[in-house]
Every structure is written in C-alpha cells, then in structure tokens.
C-alpha cells in the first residue's frame, strides 16, 4: 500500500508564495513521474506540473515561469514553489505519482487547498 502525504496549502494574498510538499511512502515502489494537478470549482482536474524519474519537467501554461517543481529522490518527495499567486490559482491541488508497484498504477494524494485572496 502506497500512500501519498500533502502539505503546504493556505491562504495567500495575491502576488504572495506558497511551496507543496508531498511525500510518497509505503511499499516498495519506483517512481515513473510525480506532480501536482489542480480543480478549482465548477471546473475540471487539470496538469499544474510533473516531474519524471530522470527529471524531465512539464508545465501547464498558466503557471509556467511562475510555477517551479522539484524532487528529493532520498526521501521519494515531490515540491511544488508557487510564486507570484493569482486569484485564479485558487484550487484544491492534489499531488499524483505514476509508480511501479506490482505494476504501474497511479496514486492521489488527499488535496490540499490553496486560496489566493486579499
């Protein structure tokens, strides 16, 4: 059983940062990709950004160049820095993780909010 531990959500005024944290542990696993995915009310779960095993990154548009992932392979954690905090940010984010178990399936964690108001 794998489990996936999210921390880090908030309230923020605009422009402000924030910086998720979500750490994969239980079983026995290899890591594919991890990454933070986003739904904010009314709307669908869409791709915040991904990080692969051999640090390949991916960036939805609206965050890109605000928005910066990054990974600690000893402890099998993914971070996600969010800076320059729009109101549109505004979501519950979840953090997901393509692992290799017995096979390869996809974990999500609980969801943590982040509200960006002021």
């Known amino acids: 059983q794998v489990q996936l531990v999210e921390s880090g959500g908030g309230l923020v005024q605009p422009g402000g940062s924030l910086r998720l944290s979500c750490a994969a542990s239980g079983s026995s696993f290899t890591i594919v990709a991890m990454g933070w995915y986003r739904q904010a009310p009314g709307k669908q779960r869409g791709l915040v950004a991904a990080?692969?095993?051999?640090?390949?990154?991916n960036y939805g548009d609206s965050v890109k160049g605000r928005f910066t992932i990054s990974r600690d392979n000893t402890k099998n954690t993914v971070y996600l820095q969010m800076n320059n905090l729009k109101p549109e940010d505004t979501a519950v984010y979840y953090c997901?993780?393509?692992?290799?178990?017995?096979?390869?399936?996809?974990?999500w964690g609980q969801g943590t909010q982040v509200t960006v108001s002021s």
């Open positions: 990080i692969t095993s051999g640090g390949s990154r």
């Open positions: 997901n993780a393509d692992l290799i178990v017995t096979g390869r399936t996809v974990f």
